[in-house]
């Protein structure tokens, strides 16, 4: 199984609204990654995840807060999110989270912030 | 410091066509490449990847991808473009020193009949 699998598909939310996006794995891989990716732009890394724990944060305002529940799992909890905070989010994973790691990718979560 | 870059924003082929898709990078040791593809709306899909050894190197969908230390280059390559080929594709490096993956601004390619 060398897939990843991202849920829901699609969501629109409010900005007083509270969401999240999940994201799994069976690959056996230890390491997991939130992205964004705006349109006609390349993914921009939000979180790392390695063995579980948060390794990388890139300056991610807080209405954005990962969750690692177990090494095939992550999840992006969504609270009081800006209109510019619509995009594609992508989940990926890898073996271990080095910078040199082959990342698989999941197909996204279209969020669009009303 | 930009780590990688695509030179090409768009790119457009005929059917049937070769593609050559350019990426450079600097980095002063041999850095770790990726390729990926991305359809639209979708996640991206790794192509081929180059870490050592043959500097050629064959990927999915009968892309390919050459390594030119020389000139700090990773260049994608397929001999006859299919329609389906269409998407954005992004070249990507890992550095492994550090925690460092960058990827390029990516070339969008259209294929027309």
């Known amino acids: 199984d060398t897939e990843v699998t991202q849920t829901p598909k699609h969501l629109v939310m409010g900005m007083t609204n509270k969401k999240s996006l999940k994201c799994e794995q069976h690959m056996g891989h230890r390491a997991m990654y939130w992205y964004k990716q705006k349109a006609k732009k390349p993914p921009e890394l939000m979180f790392v995840y390695s063995y579980e724990k948060l390794s990388i944060n890139e300056s991610v305002p807080s209405r954005f807060s990962p969750e690692c529940p177990n090494s095939s799992l992550l999840n992006l909890h969504l609270h009081a999110l800006q209109p510019e905070d619509s995009a594609l989010y992508l989940c990926?994973?890898?073996?271990?989270?080095?910078?040199?790691?082959?990342?698989?990718f999941g197909p996204g979560t279209r969020l669009t912030v009303l | 410091a930009q780590s990688v870059t695509q030179p090409d924003i768009h790119i457009t082929v005929s059917e049937g066509a070769s593609l050559e898709l350019r990426c450079n990078y600097s980095?002063?040791?041999?850095?770790?490449l990726f390729w990926y593809v991305q359809s639209p709306g979708q996640g991206l899909q790794l192509l081929l990847k180059?870490?050592?050894?043959?500097?050629l190197v064959q990927g999915i969908k009968g892309f390919e991808a050459e390594f030119k230390r020389s000139q700090s280059s990773f260049n994608l390559r397929k001999p006859s473009v299919h329609w389906s080929d269409a998407a954005e594709y992004f070249c990507?490096?890992?550095?492994?020193?550090?925690?460092?993956?960058?990827f390029g601004t990516g070339t969008s390619l259209t294929v027309i009949p």
């Open positions: 990926a994973s890898s073996w271990r989270g080095g910078s040199t790691d082959t990342q698989y």
């Open positions: 990507a490096v890992g550095k492994n020193t550090g925690n460092q993956f960058y």
């Open positions: 180059y870490f050592s050894g043959d500097t």
């Open positions: 980095y002063g040791a041999t850095p770790y």
